[in-house]
């Protein structure tokens, strides 16, 4: 008995020194970092994100708000068992537990304190969370704030979307205040103005139990929300452009030539930026970015186009400028123009007859503007092209701006290794060839005519308020250049673009707007040569829908006090007088909505007599 007992006391006496040890350990060697570890797990930083600025029109109308959305969020240091956890998430909210697991796993290598599991919980996902809280170690529910678009698409490729910011961003510097999981603005105003959009995050500090279930707060910061954005946008335009525009890919842009403010920016196809919100999944995302009528691309800003007979108008203010032509200047249109072997056509089979400068305008005249590109060489016609603009982007606040195109001999030579020929310049004098213009910068070219010569910047952003109604920023105006143009010539070409709308040969005719002068021009851009498309024609049996040529139309209006000046282009539409001038003319009723009723008064009222000009038994425009 006294051996039994002796070895019993001596295990309790080396149980007794381990514990010792043990607890000697615990205390004197880790007791710092226990206590800091302890501490951290009993009180806890809870991030509060702020709530984005909102976008208004230039009416007030919200374009983009804000809704609340709850996230479920999982505090890595409080998960032991992540399969175990995966596994009853997968359950809870119908998700793959091996996914979760993944999620959670890498959340973890890479050394992240949380990790959202998934957002926009339901109101029957949230209850099922709380209720097995104790099931769920580690999880909790989070208020994020979700952009809300209010349009249903509209103005899309203006407002942008959100996206998660990436590792290589925060990397970058470029922001201090953002981590992992925060969302910032990949494109449109919610990229560009990022800066007063983001606001201040806040944070709460509370007290949790060893599941981390909140026990109660201690303290709290609010965040700033974010400014908003009052744009320079026209809602009801905006809607009219777009629709203008369903079915087919293209763009409408509409500014004031007062100023260089936009009125409105319609490209066709749109997409959903809901969907980014909501967030996309990897096959979703590459079967939109691979569609072919690239609904992502802004075409007022990104799409290059030859310019096709919308650029007569710097060709002919070049030619008076540069005294090679006046306004009796002739040349003879025998709708065929030889150069060496090869033969420069005009739209007009038979051709034009003995024309000047203003019907060479207003019937879009291809043989003229041949001779007037032969007189002033290459070289002139780039500085003109250059000085109306062309050639570098406008300056527009809104994402990478394409720049077009105004070719030279040295441009030529430097891409082609091919000296500049004559029948270049034949192609450039009407808007083909190498040429390259944004339907924003041909916006741009009609607005300078217009507003006397001056080229403004455009822009979006009328002024950024805080939320508590104070200014913050106001952009302005800004002018970039002033053509000196003679009045004398401005006015020569003023009346020739109104002459393409309401005079009998006008190409422009199908954009008349009862009541109101309007001035414009036409424009048609090949898609492919002359040849090839026969060729194709005559293989396939039927003509294309790729090689149909691209529909320009570019006016002001009114004629005697400019409001408005608008580019509309669609994309293999075909003829300009035919497809995209009915557009400008829907859209410029639209803008000016009293003259179309004035005209209806007059319609309803007996004995009222009908403009001859606007009647529909008045001839068909020419295909140009």
Not at 504 to 512: C, I, L
Request: charge should be neutral; glycine fraction near 10%; hydrophobic fraction near 40%.
């Amino acid at each position: 008995m006294r051996w039994a007992f002796s070895a019993v006391a001596l295990i309790v006496l080396f149980l007794a020194g381990l514990l010792f040890l043990r607890l000697w350990f615990l205390q004197m060697v880790e007791g710092e970092e226990l206590r800091e570890r302890s501490e951290h797990n009993r009180l806890r930083l809870q991030d509060l994100p702020p709530w984005r600025g909102m976008i208004l029109d230039r009416n007030g109308q919200v374009l983009v708000a804000n809704r609340p959305s709850y996230d479920l969020v999982v505090v890595m240091e409080d998960v032991t068992d992540i399969p175990l956890l995966a596994q009853r998430l997968g359950k809870i909210l119908h998700l793959e537990a091996k996914n979760v697991q993944t999620q959670l796993e890498s959340a973890r290598n890479a050394g992240l304190g949380q990790v959202r599991v998934k957002g926009d919980l339901s109101w029957e996902e949230m209850a099922l969370v709380e209720t097995f809280q104790l099931e769920l170690p580690g999880t909790l529910i989070q208020v994020q704030p979700k952009r809300e678009y209010r349009q249903k698409g509209r103005a899309c490729h203006i407002l942008g979307y959100l996206g998660e910011i990436t590792e290589s961003q925060l990397k970058s510097g470029r922001f201090p205040n953002y981590k992992m999981g925060d969302a910032l603005g990949k494109c449109g105003i919610e990229a560009a103005q990022e800066k007063y959009l983001r606001g201040q995050r806040g944070y709460r500090r509370i007290e949790v139990d060893a599941y981390g279930r909140e026990l109660g707060q201690l303290d709290r910061q609010f965040p700033t929300p974010g400014a908003n954005i009052i744009l320079t946008l026209d809602s009801r335009l905006q809607q009219e452009a777009e629709e203008c525009l369903a079915g087919k890919a293209g763009a409408i842009v509409a500014l004031d030539p007062r100023s260089g403010a936009i009125l409105a920016m319609a490209s066709s196809p749109i997409y959903s930026p809901e969907a980014f919100e909501r967030g996309l999944t990897p096959y979703e995302w590459q079967t939109l970015s691979n569609r072919k009528d690239h609904p992502l691309e802004n075409r007022v800003i990104k799409g290059q186009y030859p310019p096709g007979s919308t650029f007569k108008i710097v060709m002919a203010v070049a030619g008076l400028e540069e005294k090679v032509i006046n306004p009796k200047t002739t040349f003879e249109c025998t709708g065929v123009l030889p150069l060496g072997q090869h033969e420069f056509h005009c739209w007009r089979k038979g051709g034009h007859g003995t024309t000047n400068v203003y019907r060479a305008l207003v019937e879009s005249c291809d043989i003229f503007f041949y001779q007037l590109g032969r007189r002033l060489g290459i070289e002139r016609i780039a500085k003109w092209s250059k000085f109306f603009g062309l050639g570098a982007p406008t300056g527009l606040h809104l994402d990478r701006e394409m720049p077009g195109l105004v070719a030279s001999p040295s441009w030529k030579l430097a891409r082609f290794r091919q000296p500049w020929r004559e029948g270049d310049t034949f192609s450039v004098a009407i808007g083909q060839g190498y040429n390259l213009a944004t339907p924003l910068q041909m916006a741009q070219v009609v607005a300078a005519i217009a507003n006397g010569g001056r080229i403004y910047q455009p822009h979006l952003v009328e002024k950024v308020e805080s939320p508590a109604g104070e200014v913050i920023s106001q952009p302005g105006q800004v002018i970039k250049s002033q053509m000196h143009i003679s009045p004398a010539n401005l006015a020569l070409v003023r009346k020739a673009l109104r002459g393409v709308v309401h005079d009998e040969g006008g190409t422009g005719k199908a954009s008349q707007v009862p009541n109101l002068e309007v001035a414009g021009k036409t424009g048609t851009s090949q898609v492919v040569t002359l040849e090839r498309e026969k060729r194709e024609k005559e293989k396939r049996g039927k003509a294309l829908a790729q090689f149909q040529n691209h529909a320009w139309f570019v006016a002001y209006a009114p004629v005697e006090a400019p409001e408005i000046a608008v580019a509309v282009l669609v994309e293999h539409g075909g003829g300009g007088g035919a497809v995209a001038a009915p557009l400008a003319g829907r859209f410029l009723t639209a803008y000016f909505p009293d003259k179309a009723k004035k005209e209806e008064d007059k319609k309803e009222t007996p004995g009222a007599e009908q403009d001859p000009e606007t009647s529909d038994s008045s001839p068909d425009s020419p295909p140009e």
